[in-house]
């Protein structure tokens, strides 16, 4: 599988336009599969998709007296975040091979009840060229990796840690020759970096545009005057 997703002419690379909008052609998934070196992680070939999804539960604060009123949100904890991922199965690399599991012509899981090891899968969103050289967006901007993870283009790192398979399902039908494989992804945990931690006092959170309700003096609009730039922008 490390290189059976792609080792045929019929399975080469190929090109993508360069374009500000970010396109799927550049989202590349990677994880370590069951026939490789348990230390390197190869791209998963043939994904119809792979959908992220995490939840967090909002809860209200009110206190009787006070009419109806929302005294303050409080954010509960995150729900562990699920990947929904469809894979054309393939002869030599069915969707648990990739994943790391023994199956298919590797071995003899079959089953989730066969899975006793979590794994780690990668994504990396490759820059486009074209808004890479627009200015403070490109180069040593924070939440780039440098060349990627293969020496190329800039690209953002997205790690998602020691994963679980919950549901498994494929289909074969009489009125459809192509099989796919289903599966969700339960995830512990997601880093853009291995080497770094999030700390409290980190400055990459969302302090520039911190709530008038966490600074009372602050009035976003009062005083502000426009900056000039394309976007209509306005400095408080």
Not at 160 to 184: F, H, K, M, P, R
Not at 190 to 213: H, K, M, P, Q
Request: glycine share 10%.
């Amino acid at each position: 599988m490390a290189a059976r997703d792609r080792d045929t002419y019929i399975h080469r690379l190929g090109v993508t336009p360069e374009t500000a909008s970010l396109i799927s052609s550049k989202n590349k998934i990677y994880a370590i599969p069951a026939d490789g070196n348990q230390t390197t992680a190869f791209q998963i070939g043939v994904l119809s998709s792979f959908d992220p999804s995490e939840t967090r539960t909002i809860e209200p604060v009110r206190g009787i007296g006070f009419g109806d009123h929302i005294a303050e949100l409080v954010p509960g904890m995150t729900e562990p975040m699920t990947i929904s991922v469809v894979r054309t199965a393939q002869y030599l690399s069915m969707i648990f091979q990739v994943f790391g599991y023994k199956g298919g012509i590797d071995g003899i899981v079959r089953s989730l009840r066969h899975h006793k090891w979590p794994f780690d899968i990668v994504q990396e969103i490759v820059i486009s060229r074209l808004p890479a050289v627009i200015e403070g967006k490109g180069g040593d901007a924070p939440g780039l990796t440098p060349n990627g993870l293969n020496g190329e283009l800039d690209a953002i790192l997205t790690y998602y840690e020691g994963c679980w398979i919950s549901d498994y399902s494929t289909s074969y039908a009489a009125d459809a020759a192509l099989v796919q494989e289903n599966v969700t992804v339960n995830v512990t945990d997601i880093i853009a970096s291995t080497s770094e931690d999030y700390v409290e006092l980190g400055d990459y959170f969302n302090l520039n545009a911190i709530s008038r309700i966490a600074n009372p003096g602050t009035n976003l609009l009062v005083g502000a005057v426009a900056t000039g730039k394309p976007s209509g922008g306005v400095t408080v």
